[in-house]
Every structure is written in structure tokens, then in C-alpha cells.
């Protein structure tokens, strides 16, 4: 989803692209309709352009979620040029002047921006006006992020890793917990079950369609020959009914079922170990404020596989052995692992390891793992507890005991006592994966070797004791070495998945840091707060490491815009010292 806050975000990303099929009306596309007073059910809002037309979201996402559309039919935001800049800004203008209409002035905290497609229901440009963005649900985040999509991202991951491809064709419904993909094979689809934290269940789809009358139509069509091997004399079945976003009665649920009567159902019914499941699938919606009476969407299909949450709570960080201040959530570093594409016999090395939860995820996917960390204390379990009620750390609290505890000990190498900004490994030690998380200077200082004024110098040979005085490491030099050292020491098409911390009012993609050799794959964002918010990157190295690729993206421009972020210790701070000063100024009153 381009982001609202500049016009050049979008035509930037449609430069160079075909311009897809126009037209001045196009009766079977409903904005299109909607736009000329077609359907009944929409209201048009006030617009200072006769040739712009807006109204209300059907699904809104926030409390104010509108649409801004030409009435005159134009493609998705993938048709844009530069010529279109003009038409962007005054739909722009249309979405802040209804806001200000409707009492809402705080132009900060609000999204503007268009899905790109697939990711558009209605190939008929539209801007989504959300705001306030700050009360944006879970899921209304997840869909109206910009430029990320957490579950596709996953799933293009997986699916490369299971030799498939996600293709342009699929049906992704924002504001729905379903998706209906392509998958070559059943085989691939429980190889990516067998993965994926983000999906509940996949399902063989049979039918669908916007109304009950829809769905059994769809499916009277579906070819019997796929349905008839799961519906034998000789097998057992039950059907499962699931209604997001709201609950049905055990009579409403039995009609349901019966009203399936004219399926070729030849087999018995066993509820406790059948060998097919079915499953009913309504969707109402996402607004828990607002349901329908009847669903906006239903699905019939036979269960294939479910995915791997019951990973989140086993792997949870709560029942975890050695854990620190910065552990990463279980969710969170299965993500990672997925988005590095890790797999079995892979080595995967983590630069900042800290208590190593990000080991963990790969080791459970087979992978060996290993890391480093500047921090003497927490590589080797010393020093206070972070758990409470316990001032020390135990004799046997250490990222080896963390592996022990699930199994996976026999996937750890080593780790180590070392600097991330000095070179330690020799040329040709090759990583299949580098997945991290720096310190951002909130919970964990950003350190290096070498005092402030010699941070240049080649560290000098110590005695074992010694102890190095440590210095102040920024953030754009943090990633600097961080994406150096992957293009040297990752494999050809191994990835660098790490959390990129940003400012929110000064983020644009330009401060992501890049590398002659190292190709962006994905960028996913995380909220932290209203104004701060970090970003999971995955990198991909495409081209051979050579000396003159060490520091030759400093110069081209690309590097420089991130020193500016150097200072997202003190943007954090100020944030959250002026809400606490709002919140007690409003406690006062």
C-alpha cells in the first residue's frame, strides 16, 4: 500500500508500467456504479471535483475509512504516470477535506494510499482515507500498513522454498481473514502448513460466493470427480462450520449443514476421528461494531492442513530458560526464520545474539546455528536476572541450555564474545543466512570496541583479560557493517533478515539502507507507537562480494539519508515524554 503522505511514493512505483484497459464506465465494476448514483445502498459525500467521487468504506478499517474514486473508469494504482500526479493530489485533497468535514483535523494520524495490486479487491482506482491511523485495529494495521504485507510475505518465502511461485492471480481480500491462492499441489500446500505461524488452515476450495444461493451454485459446478474419492460409501466425514466476526447457534449452525444436503455425500458421519473434515467459512466483516445479518462472503472446502501457532506458545519466551531484556517474541523469530527461508543443514549466524531466541526458530527448522554478541555478561549467562523474583542468573542460564530445553542442542555451534564492527571471521566463511536483531539503544546500548576518540584504529593485541573500553555505535553504522558483512560472507541467494528501527513522520524507503550486492526483497512494518516503529527487512545476495563493492555504496546517495535516524533513541524518548505529560495533564483536569 503506497503511503498517503506523498504523491510521489505512488507514481514512482507505477513509472514505467503499462497502462492497464480504461474506459469512461464500466457497468459490471461497482465504483464505477457507485460513482453515478447506482447503487442505492452507497451514499455519495460531498466532492470539489465533479470529475471525483467519495463515500464510505462498506468494511471500514477506522472510524473514518472512506473511498476516493475518478467516476470515470481507471485502472488500478499500477496504471499511474507521471501525468496522473495532478489527478493523486486532488483525490488526495477530496480525502482531507471530508475528514475536516466530518470534525477530524489531525493530519498526522492519519493513512492515505492505495493497495497495489493483487492486493486490490476492485481494479478500479481508489485511495483508502483512514484515521484516526492511530486506533487502527490489529488486523486494520495488518491490512493498511504501508508497503507490507506480514502473510504474503511469509508465503512467497515458503513458497519459493518449496519450489513454487506466488503468482499475480491470487485473491486477496483486504478486510478478510480468508485468501483463496493457487497452489500447484496438495503436497506443497502441507509443506507450507508445516512452516507458516501466520495461516490457520488451508483448505481444498469447492465453492464460494456471495451469498448462500452463490455458494451452492459454485459448488453444483465443482467437477464431481474431485469431490467423489472424499465422499465414498466406505469413509467418514463430518462438516466444521466457522463464522469470523461473529458466533451462531448450534440450530443456525445444523440448518447450515443440512441446507448441503445435495452434495454426494456417501459415506458416515463420525465427528470424533473422521477421515475427511469439511469446513463452512462466513466472513462478516471486521467491524465487531457493525455485523451483518447475513456474511459478506462464504467458502466451502476439505481441510488439508493446519499451520504451526501451537509453535507460539510452546516456543513462548515466558517459559523460556535464559531470557533478557530484548528477547525476541517466538512469533516474531519464526517469521524471520521463514523470511530467511531457512532449512534443514543451513547455517545460520546471528551477529547480535544476545540471549539467542533467534537461534532457536532456525534450529527448529533444522538449521545449525551460531552468533556473536559484544556483551562478555550475556554470552556466558552472568550478571542480574531479567525474570522477576530472581536477582541472578543461574550457573546454567546460557543459549546452549535455551537449545537444550527444546531438543535442538545438537544444532548449536558456538557463540561468541565479539564485536560486530571488527572482522573476526576469515575470507570465504560463507553463512546460508544472517537473521538479526541490532540494538536500537532503548533497552540494549549500541557498543563497540575502541574509545570514542580511536575508533578508527586497528584494535591492538590484548592479554585474555583485558577489557576493552567500549564506544558509541550509531545506527546508520550498525547497518552499514551489518549489510557489508552479508554481502561478503552469505552465499549466493542467502538472505539478511534484520529489524530496521524508524522514526515514522521521516520515514520514506529512501533511508533503507542498500548494497550494490544485496537485493530488497520484502519490508514489513511493525507499530511500536504512534510515532516510532521498526521494519522487518529481508535481503537477498544476488551478486559476488569484490573489494570495491566495501564501501562504494557510501558515495551514490542511497546510504546517507539513514544518518539521520541516528538519533531515534532521543525521537523515542520525546514521544513517550510528551504522551506521559499529556496523559497526567489530562488525569489534572
Known sequence: MAGGEGVAAATAAAEGSEPGKGGNYDGKCVFCRIARSEEPGTALLSSEYEDLACFRDCRPGAPHHYLVVPVEHMGNCKTLKKEHIPLVKRMMEVGKAVLHRNNFSDLNDVRMGFH???????????????????????????????????????????????????????????????????????????????RTVCAKSIFELWGHGRSAGELYASLKSYPVDKMLPYLQSDSTYKIHIHTFNKTLTQAQKIKKIDALEFLPFKGKVNLKKPEHIFWILEDYGMDPNNVPEEPFHLYFGRWIADGQRELIESYSVKKRHFIGNTSMDACLSFIMANHGGVKPNDVVYDPFVGTGGLLISSAHFGAYVCGTDIDYNTIHGLGKATRKNQKWRGPDENIRANLRQYGLEKYYLDALVSDSSRPIWRKGMLFDAIITDPPYGIREATRRTGSQKETDKTAERSTENHIFVSSSYHLSDIFFDLLKFAAEHLVMGGRLVYWLPIYRPEYTEVIIPRHPCLKLISNCEQMLSSHTSRRLITMEKVKEFKDQDQNSYLLDGQYMPYRGHNSFREKYFSGVTKRIAKEEKDNQK
Do not use: D
Open 116 to 194: 497495489w495490486p493483487p492486493f486490490c479487491s476492485i481494479s478500479h482506482l481508489h485511495l483508502h482515507v483512514l484515521a484516526p491511523a492511530s486506533q487502527l485495529g490489529f488486523l486494520s494495521r495488518l491490512f493498511y500498513r504501508i508497503n507490507s504485507y506480514w502473510f504474503i510475505t511469509e508465503i512467497k518465502s515458503l513458497l519459493s522454498l518449496h519450489g513454487g511461485q506466488f503468482s499475480g492471480e491470487q485473491e486477496i481480500r483486504v478486510n478478510s481473514p480468508f485468501w483463496i491462492l493457487n497452489i500447484p499441489s496438495e503436497e506443497m500446500a502441507r509443506g507450507l502448513m508445516k
